[in-house]
């Protein structure tokens, strides 16, 4: 039933979106180029991604659970500078070590999308070797976030020593948290290495890059790791724009510039974190694919123009960084926090004023999306505990993360939803709120008081919830 929503509508084409942002690199004394024209005309692409749409009606819909595809890709031990990592490639019988294309993989498990990028990826560059290292099962870690955010990135090291001494060139593309760690490799391997084979790396491309030492609990403030704004590479970072960094992601490139980072920054439009793992799988690995080959290719014109370099950097001393923590279940917080007010439209096109419409009240505020899972599992608890409180004392209210009216309607066609849901359509109000991660909860007193957040999926009528939302409503 979930996999439904995980799709958008057959019309809705993705609209990709490239924006520009540069810095020198440390030492450079290069001119960043006049930005006259720099927007992509992605018209070309969309049209030809529909009509193979039609095509690939009659292909089997990929779920994200799917790895059929991945499984059956080639799989060798490679050694790298005496480390002997595991990866998965592309037979590419045309390579002829001018250019490698390297996946640092996430935490989470690989599947059918990471495969047909890498797939599309080979049929445009057939002179290019295109590999793919699971980070964790490579290096025998956990597949658990926390733990990889704190990982020093000493496993790039002998990465890069590698294939820096086997390829012309290189183009490292990781996704998420593995930003940060593969980051700290970078400079370490950038402090030690000499400038002929730092010439090699051609970009660092990161996939809805998270940067932050924590998910907070949710209204809280967040801090980016330190290594962020001591990073000097040439980077191209892709957002979707329904993704959960989707309203911070400036905020990422300013450091990452302030480092000496020169940055192109593309959004996604109506695509969320993942990109190409959870909807429309093939539709979506077909234009991340085509993303990655246009950008390496503007960034390689882009370097040329301004003269950009990678240089020798100082080596960042990352043992005094600030440590990941996990931040869990429902937090009690200090009870002074006034609950901002929410004015938003809900789904029939009706101003919905929260605080005047719900004064006196306690209120249990949810944010969430449709294309989150944990967001659709915990959605009938919420409907049995409404059922079991004072509604003359109580309320839920549900705030949509830029959800389309129409993809609303769709899921509250399927899914009974027993509280109002109100639409934020560009972000504003899940900004306002500090909302990091999805879903993010917040429980208010009948004074307008925040008490408890959460920035997790609950069982709301679980005795220990209910518990807290009579508490509230007293």
Known sequence: MFDFFCQRPANNTPVLIFV??????????????????????????????????VKEKELKAYRYSDRDLWASLPQTDYDFAGEALTLRKIDQPEADGSHLFLFIGETAVPNNGDALVMQHLAEKNPHSEIWFIDTPDALFIER???????????????????????????????MDIVSVPVLRGLNQWQSQTDQAHLSKLSQLILLY?????????????????????????????????????????????????????????????????????????????KICSDMIDRSEKKMRQLRQTINYQVLPVARFDASDS???????????????????????????????DVLAEHAGKALLINFWATWCPHCVEEIPSMNRALAQLDQD???????????????????????????????????????????????????????????????????????DMLEKLREISQ
Not at 219 to 225: I, T
Not at 228 to 250: C, H, K, M, T, W
Not at 400 to 413: C, G, H, L, P, V
């Open 20 to 53: 520009l942002t540069a810095a020198f690199a440390c030492g450079s004394n290069a001119q960043q180029p006049e930005q006259d024209s720099l927007q992509e005309n992605f018209q070309q692409s969309a049209q030809k991604t529909a009509a193979d749409g």
């Open 144 to 174: 658990e976030r926390t733990g990889m955010r704190n990982n020093a990135g000493d496993f790039m090291l002998p990465i890069m020593q590698q294939i820096t001494q086997t390829f012309a060139s290189i183009t490292l593309i990781t």
């Open 209 to 285: 890059p998270s940067l932050y030492v924590n998910t907070p609990a949710a209204g809280r403030e967040r801090e980016l790791f330190p290594i962020v704004e001591r990073s000097a590479l040439p980077i191209s970072v892709f957002q979707p724009q329904l993704g959960a960094q989707a309203n911070y992601i400036d905020e990422s490139v300013i450091a990452l510039r302030r480092g000496g980072s020169f940055v192109q920054l593309e959004k996604i439009a109506d695509a969320t974190d993942g990109i190409y793992k959870f909807q429309d799988i093939r539709a979506m690995a």
């Open 322 to 352: 600030p440590k990941s923590e996990i931040v869990s279940g429902l937090i009690k917080l200090d009870g002074t926090a006034q609950m901002p007010d929410i004015k938003l439209h809900d789904l029939q096109g009706n101003a919905i």
């Open 393 to 463: 004392r109580f309320a839920m209210i549900s705030i949509s993360y830029k959800d389309t009216a129409e993809i609303m309607r769709q899921f509250t066609r399927e899914i009974q939803v027993d509280f109002p849901i109100l639409m934020d359509y560009e972000g504003r109000v899940s900004a306002q709120w500090k909302v990091f991660a999805f879903p993010s909860s917040f429980l208010v007193d009948r004074h307008g008081v925040i008490r408890y957040s959460i920035n997790a999926g609950a069982i709301w009528d679980s005795p």
